[in-house]
């Protein structure tokens, strides 16, 4: 699944990427234009619930994982986290809130390391990563799916576009394409380059936290995990101290990075979607819409 979904990904974040840089506006902020307002509505509207819903999905997992480092209740960590990710979208400058976001995308290597410090049957590891074994299953299918919707979820394609749009209003030297032609040829390199190499990176943090749970947990039998922070507990006596520190520290990097995309994919939408200040060049660009 992964090395089918990387071909999809990349192509869909590409074609995101140029939306924004090419019009100088996110999803939301075409759609308005050249789609009816009801469209429009539906979309933002399950756009932010499934958004809101993974927030406090992440704010969980995290809350679950810290409290299995410092022993305190769960539900305090997750309003501290909740606090200071507001705090942080909130105050912080966006070029200045990029750059930490692009920096902590490192926290994704604990899982490389954790990998490097569990016994890999590695023959079998790679016949399994490139040679499909179909079960027909409810427990197979459901994972398929679920595999697919978090890695090409529209979020994702939401931020892509709304990051290219504001990187144009808040770097002069750009300028949406369809103003300057000229600019497209390096844009259009560095876009496919970006999406290429992150979707990359993106699929070998996956493929290292499937290969690590199940050369440990499955290996072992544990089979019954329904959180990333059991999964990071059961990892302790099988894998070792250390193998479990560095799973769990990954579970906060993680979701120190996944919040803030998610509110923010959200909030461009729903900004764009309803023509707010801040949301882009929306005055102009959904003129023609009542």
């Not at 790679?126 to 398929?144: A, E």
């Amino acid at each position: 699944m992964m090395l089918i979904t990387y071909p999809l990904m990349a192509s869909i974040q590409e074609i995101s990427a140029r939306v924004g840089r090419v019009t100088g506006r996110g999803i939301a902020g075409n759609v308005c234009r050249h789609y009816p307002g009801w469209l429009l509505q539906i979309i933002v509207v399950l756009l932010f619930v499934a958004n809101a819903v993974n927030i406090g999905a992440d704010l969980g997992a995290m809350g679950d994982a810290l409290k299995l480092l410092l022993p305190a209740p769960a539900s305090l960590y997750v309003v501290l986290f909740g606090v200071v990710c507001i705090l942080a979208q909130t105050f912080l400058h966006y070029a200045l809130y990029v750059r930490m976001l692009k920096w902590l995308c490192l926290s994704l290597f604990a899982y490389v390391a954790a990998l490097a410090t569990v016994h890999v049957p590695w023959g079998e590891a790679l016949k399994g990563l490139v040679i499909p074994r179909l079960t027909w299953s409810t427990d197979f299918l459901t994972t398929m799916v679920a595999i697919a919707g978090t890695t090409i979820s529209p979020y994702l394609f939401f931020w892509q576009a709304a990051e290219e749009a504001e990187d144009i209003r808040v770097k002069p030297e750009r300028t949406p394409l369809k103003f300057a032609h000229h600019q497209a040829p390096a844009a259009f390199a560095r876009i496919r380059a970006d999406t290429l190499v992150g979707m990359a990176f993106s699929n070998v943090i996956a493929i290292a936290i499937i290969i690590t749970t199940a050369a440990t947990l499955h290996g072992n039998g544990v089979t019954d995990i329904e959180s990333s922070a059991q999964a990071a507990e059961a990892l302790k006596p099988v894998a070792g101290e250390f193998a479990y520190l560095i799973f769990t520290l990954g579970i906060i990097g993680t979701g120190l990075l996944a919040v803030p995309v998610l509110a923010g994919s959200a909030a461009y939408a729903l900004g764009e979607g309803r023509r707010w200040p801040g949301a882009g060049h929306f005055q102009e660009l959904c003129s023609t819409r009542p």
